[in-house]
């Protein structure tokens, strides 16, 4: 359907021709008749605590447009629970309402909510900004060494998170330079989505009077705190190295491998995630050691 809709903006004003970058086999037969809609193939957790901060509380019988299947539901308010978005009965807890009002993930938002505990809502800010905006290292094609080396230089041993902060901080220092980001590999433009997205989310936190705050960098609990904040989101994404060597996902006790752009050089036995990623094979992606 995507694909015939696209054929009539050629020749809609004047006469045109529509290049198809596939063959007409495939046309024919592996593309869907229609697309799914995106409500039936996105995590539903941030729909639920928007639907429950607007005073909806049946999501089940909720009139959606395209109903999404009931598990799919449950998975989201089961999730929502977990991180302390809902109680028991399903009702939204002061936490809840102050995570939904960020236009974040609610992993993302429970982890920068939470991160004034752990003194490290600075760093938390940065790297919640970074991982909100298109990816910030870039690997072109012909100079893939070259970008794999400019990377090692930011890298941490304790993981990915820790890599895009050390960039940032990095981009910040040299003020925002745009040859030195392209020197370095570093998306000039990602870097100043994530400086802007960073800007309104300190805002936001202003206005709920949730703190700023940053321990010393040099303090052994610098990094640790960090991590502590991440894991305050994303506990639901830990794997867990076995046996065999092979990391297994604790929720649903998937089989998936380090991804190849992650900057551990070391298996830790227990990592947190932000992404899940289905290629050949099972990866994760952007991972730091818990």
């Known amino acids: 359907a995507s694909a015939n809709q696209r054929t009539g903006r050629a020749g809609r004003t004047r006469p045109g021709k529509c290049f198809r970058l596939f063959t007409a086999q495939a046309f024919q037969s592996d593309l ?3 697309t799914y809609p995106e409500m039936l193939r996105s ?3 941030s729909v639920v605590l928007t639907l429950k901060k607007l005073k909806i509380d ?3 019988h909720f009139d959606f447009m395209d109903p999404p299947a009931p598990e799919t539901l449950m998975r989201a308010l089961e999730m929502l629970n977990y991180v302390g978005a809902i ?8 936490f809840g309402a102050t995570v939904a009002d960020f236009p974040l993930d609610p992993q993302l938002a429970a982890a920068l909510v939470t991160s004034p505990q752990f003194e490290c809502s600075e760093e938390i800010l940065s790297i919640v900004a970074c991982l909100s905006v298109p990816q910030i290292f870039m ?3 012909e100079a893939q060494r070259a970008a794999d080396e400019a990377k090692q230089r930011f890298s941490h041993p304790d993981g990915d998170h820790l890599a895009l902060l050390n960039a940032f901080h990095a981009w910040k220092k040299n003020g925002e330079n745009a040859q030195w980001a392209w020197d370095n590999f570093l998306n000039q433009r990602s870097l100043k989505s994530a400086d802007s997205v960073r800007q309104q989310l300190s805002r936001m936190m202003s206005r709920f009077g949730l703190p700023l705050v940053s321990s010393q960098a ?3 609990v610098f990094y640790a705190n960090i991590r502590r904040a991440l894991c305050a989101g994303f506990f639901m994404q830990v794997a867990h190295l076995d046996a065999t060597g092979h ?3 604790v929720k649903d006790n998937q089989v998936v491998g380090l991804h190849p752009s992650s900057c551990l050089g070391h298996k830790p036995e227990w990592v947190v995630y932000h992404e899940f990623v289905l290629t050949s094979r099972n990866f994760i992606r952007t991972v730091t050691e818990v």
């Open 32 to 34: 869907e008749e229609q």
């Open 43 to 45: 995590n539903l957790a």
């Open 58 to 60: 049946d999501i089940v």
């Open 87 to 94: 109680d028991d009965e399903g009702t939204l807890t002061d």
């Open 139 to 141: 690997r072109p094609k």
């Open 218 to 220: 040099e303090s052994s």
């Open 247 to 249: 990391y297994m996902t």
